[in-house]
């Protein structure tokens, strides 16, 4: 961020100890005591940045005025202090800056210029897969795998760190980025040449908001928005509303963060927060552990805000000592917030637009499921909602339905009342308990299994096939993490063991979870139970879970059943977790102990027993549950500051394997034309100094026709793919064995795995084709027949006709993946037209030169008429050639024996920033270009 002109005066000092720092005073801005926390932090960011051309003193005034009942219409352009990145979504920006150090050479300019200009940080995370579990030896044999795998990835990594200037890379095995960037990352103030301000940053994880927990703000963005924060563009935003969420009381024993933060996704879900900050405050504030904070944080992306803060206070200044930052560094934190304004005064309200309250003493144990985060149900319910959504997941036909008498599938063992009803009440009570009209599915379909053991049991529908400690939403948490060790330590005391059709993995946050267990003598306990160490990153939550054994895959697939994952992450959206996996649940990390021990989700938590003892006693989930007071005690006896920094005193430097890597040299990558990994990308070919004029789209072709809640797992490449598909045929003839295939996300360095892996999601229902699922469509090229989206979107290429994808609400909703984007517009996607989309999403189509348009209000594709064979014509976007965005445009849809169908969409550039980037295809060209520009 360049100096400020600084026409209001706010520039001063602060002495801090025996040091001085140059800081923007808040106080001298009338109007900024009112403002939330978040608000004043993007005050200052402006203060520090107005230049009177991109950031003017309006922008200020604006901030400082803001009307928190008005709805966002005024731009601001808010420079974060840094950008940090997870390998999958982070790759790619390496690749793109690699890219265009060779664009700037071939339009004149120095490709040694291109460097981030915002400090850029990196955790290699996403990388590890659970392909071993349950064994002492798993961690060393991912971790071998994960680098058999990733080596030309890790190579260039390495070059870019050492290429770049202000890029650093946190090596593999270290930790889960979110984890990471709470316990070492994050400055919460910046001290960069003698002038302090609050650290901010956008991350390419939707994730990143897990540092809101910490009083950093900070929120996802798209790989293609970072890459510009990197070089120095500013994030453009609309003023946001802020929501106040009071917090009260304290959080029950029994209950846990997990819980905690259930109940809250699922109380702003049903509010509504797209596009606003939430914000705690209040009395119970102080009674939330960072760490709590931190899981809350962590999960605004499921509620749908942009961030989610909470202030700065001692809770704050405590974990910033334990984690080992220097006391130089938390005596600044404390006198930078209270001298601005940004600490926490539990005893005054803000102003905010919106208010919600929580006591916390009300929160009950909790899941979520089977398929979207905000479907909490509470722990007490679980096994009537399983029953009641596997209406979904099993076939209605002559073998899985009974008569209307009602006879209950499962046998009387499995099924004992309940409330005083017997299973026969149960299964007649709709819609609990699985009625469906003409009669009641089963819910049981037991299957014979012989493991490669040599065990032999039976498979069922809801039998748990994963359960995994995981993700960065809870072990972060040392709370929740105790609780499912001292779980498994009572468990096994008791001679319980875990089912065993049950996959069972522990993948913690950072190396210091490892730290406290073994301190506090809970490592074999856990493995007892089959949790071994997989590794430290981020693998079950983002479809790295690794295959089912051989023999339960087998079953699974042959006879359809309808297994359940339950891991202690953030998504559990559909076929991201595992390919065979139908159903998804998240839970606390002692509730996936709990349920690898029961090994079903037709499993009644109050009353059911998970198994018997030495005796042949039952043991109830009660008799097992960790004590309150035993778990705070190991937290606070089993974690020291030496644990943090001993783990992070060589961060940067990675293992012996990470060391002994080849590095390429010199100022721009040589591109290995063999490579399968990493491809030099083709966004700038043909690109001249001076933009085309834009056009207007005529005869576009419908590539898909999507219903409501398409998010970008459906949309963008992830996980493992099949050989068959077009991804897995363009590996086989480029040499590669299906064994090596890895995944879309280690790939995402190559452009042509990517695009052939776009909408290819085994779950997508592409509404041109009927009872069809994945990856494919109609070619009207071909008479209409069905493609695959790939190979149809080829074949339009050639014929010169464009595309158009047609969709619901909240489109584009879940993780922040720029190749959601990338992909549509390689695929040859000129617009979208949706109901409404998840903001991220949109603003990286515009990224990427493709026109996110919205039906008319209360109108959709169905209201309308339209099947999605039409050819359709947009007219109306040539007017933004004068520099104007019109609010709509004209759409026109012709269908043979059909009168066509007209209507003005409404076009979602909303900021005259995302206006330019469309003029200039894209926000990498536009980037490009003002480099160049610069340097004339």
């Known amino acids: 961020m360049t100096g400020s002109t600084d026409s209001f005066g706010s520039k001063g000092k602060l002495e801090v100890g025996e040091k001085s720092y140059d800081i923007f005073r808040l106080a001298s801005i009338e109007g900024s005591d009112r403002l939330p926390y978040s608000l004043k932090i993007l005050l ?37 202090a840094r950008v940090i990145m997870q390998d999958f979504t982070g790759v790619p920006c390496i690749v793109d800056l690699a890219t265009m150090r060779e664009a700037v050479s071939e339009l004149g300019g120095d490709a040694g210029k291109i460097n981030p200009l915002a400090p850029a940080e990196m955790v290699i995370d996403h990388s590890v897969i659970a392909d071993v579990a349950g064994s002492r030896d798993a961690f060393a044999r991912n971790v071998e795998l994960e680098y058999e795998r990733n080596g030309e990835r890790y190579q260039f990594l390495r070059w870019g760190q050492t290429a770049f200037d202000d890029f650093k890379v946190v090596p593999p095995g270290t930790g889960i980025v979110h984890q990471v960037n709470i316990e070492h990352l994050a400055r919460v103030v910046f001290d960069r040449d003698g002038l302090a301000y609050p650290d901010t940053c956008v991350g390419t994880d939707s994730h990143t908001t897990m540092v809101n927990g910490l009083g950093v703000l900070g929120w996802g963005v798209g790989g293609i928005e970072a890459e510009a924060a990197m070089l120095g563009q500013p994030v453009s935003m609309l003023i946001p509303r802020v929501v106040g969420f009071k ?27 797209v596009g606003k900050f939430v914000e705690f405050y209040g009395e119970g504030v102080a009674a939330v552990p960072l760490a709590n904070r931190a899981t809350i944080g962590n999960m605004s992306p499921e509620f749908g805000s942009t961030a989610a803060m909470f202030p700065v206070d001692d809770v704050t200044l405590d974990y910033l000592r334990l984690t080992g930052r220097s006391d130089e560094q938390v005596a600044l934190v404390e006198a930078y917030a209270k001298e601005q304004g940004l600490w926490h005064d539990p005893s005054r309200e803000l102003e905010f637009s919106e ?17 979207r985060p905000q479907d909490r149900i509470s722990l007490t319910d679980a096994k009537s909602s399983f029953r009641t959504s596997l209406r979904d997941y099993v076939t209605a036909d002559a073998d899985s339905m009974v008569d209307e008498a009602g006879k209950e599938s499962f046998p009387a063992s499995d099924a004992p009342a309940v409330d005083g009803q017997s299973p026969e009440q149960l299964a007649q009570d709709a819609p609990h308990h699985g009625t469906a009209a003409g009669g009641i599915r089963r819910t049981s379909k037991k299957v014979p299994l012989t493991l490669a053991d040599g065990t032999r049991t039976e498979l069922d529908h ?69 949790f071994h160490l997989v590794g430290y990153g981020c693998t079950t939550c983002i479809g790295n ?10 079953v699974v697939n042959e006879a359809d059943l309808a297994v359940v994952s339950v891991l202690s992450g953030n998504r559990n959206f559909e076929g991201r977790i595992n390919p065979d996996i139908k159903m998804n649940y998240l839970a ?57 920094t001993s783990d992070y005193s060589d961060v940067f430097q990675g293992d012996e394997r990470w060391r002994s890597l080849p590095t390429p040299e010199g100022k721009t990558f040589e591109w290995a034309e063999e490579s399968t990994y990493v491809r030099k990308p083709p966004y700038f070919e043909g690109m001249g100094l001076e933009p085309a004029p834009l056009e207007d789209i005529s005869g576009a072709r419908v590539l898909a026709k999507l219903g409501d809640s398409v998010t970008t797992d459906h949309i963008s490449p992830a996980g493992s793919f099949r050989a068959d598909s077009p991804a897995g045929v363009y590996l086989t003839e480029h040499g590669v064995e299906r064994k090596d295939f890895n995944s879309y996300g280690s790939r995402r360095g190559n452009h042509e795995v990517m695009i052939r892996g776009t909408f290819a999601n085994i779950r997508l229902k592409n509404q041109l084709l009927d009872d069809v699922s994945g990856g494919f469509t109609r070619d009207f090229t071909r008479d209409g027949e069905q493609s695959t989206i790939f190979d149809a979107a080829q074949n ?33 996607v000129k617009a979208v037209i949706a109901v409404s989309y998840e903001r991220i999403h949109r603003s990286n189509l515009i990224g990427m030169g493709v026109l996110p348009l919205q039906f008319p209000d209360g109108q959709d594709a169905e209201s309308l008429g339209l099947t999605g064979t039409e050819t359709f014509d947009i007219s109306g976007i040539t007017a933004m050639n004068d520099g104007a965005t019109p609010r709509t ?6 269908r043979d024996g059909a009168e066509p169908v007209s209507f003005d969409a409404v076009v979602r550039i909303d900021t005259p920033g995302e206006a330019d980037y469309y003029r200039h295809d894209g926000i990498l060209q536009y980037v490009l270009r003002s480099l160049v520009d610069a340097k004339a």
């Open 462 to 530: 809801g039998h748990v096939a994963i359960a995994s400690i995981t993700s960065c939403t809870n072990t972060s948490n040392p709370s929740v993490m105790v609780a499912a060790a001292l779980l498994a330590r009572n468990a096994v005391d008791k001679g319980l063991t875990a089912k065993p059709w049950v996959k069972t993995s522990l993948a913690p946050g950072s190396k210091v979870v490892m730290d406290y267990y073994a301190k506090a003598g809970l490592v074999p306990c856990l493995e007892k139970l089959g």
């Open 355 to 371: 208010y919600l309250e929580l006591d916390l003493s009300t929160v009950v144990p909790s899941i979520a499921g089977p398929k």
């Open 889 to 894: 445009v004209r759409v026109t849809a012709r």
């Open 545 to 554: 879970s690794g295959p089912l054994p051989e023999e339960v895959s087998q």
């Open 796 to 828: 339009y290429a050639k014929a010169g006709v464009p595309l158009v994808v047609l969709a619901g609400k909240e489109y584009g909703s879940g993780s922040s993946r720029d190749w959601a984007a990338k992909g549509t517009r390689l695929l040859g």
């Open 247 to 273: 917090l009260t009381g304290e959080i029950p024993a029994g209950a846990t963060a997990t819980d905690v933060v259930l109940t809250i996704t699922e109380q702003l879900r049903e509010h509504g927060v």
């Open 44 to 80: 200052e960011n402006l203060l520090r940045g107005e230049d009177g051309v991109n950031i003017t003193a309006d922008q200020v005034r604006a901030v400082a005025q803001w009307d928190a009942k008005a709805e966002p219409s005024t731009e601001i352009q808010y420079t974060p």
């Open 588 to 644: 606390s990390p002692p509730l996936v102990v709990a349920y690898a021990l029961a090994g079903t989700m037709d499993w009644d938590p109050q009353s059911e027993p998970l198994g018997t003892d030495a005796d042949g006693k039952d043991v109830f989930l009660a008799d097992v549950w960790p004590d309150a007071a035993e778990v705070a005690h190991v937290v606070e006896s089993s974690i020291d500051k030496d644990m943090f």
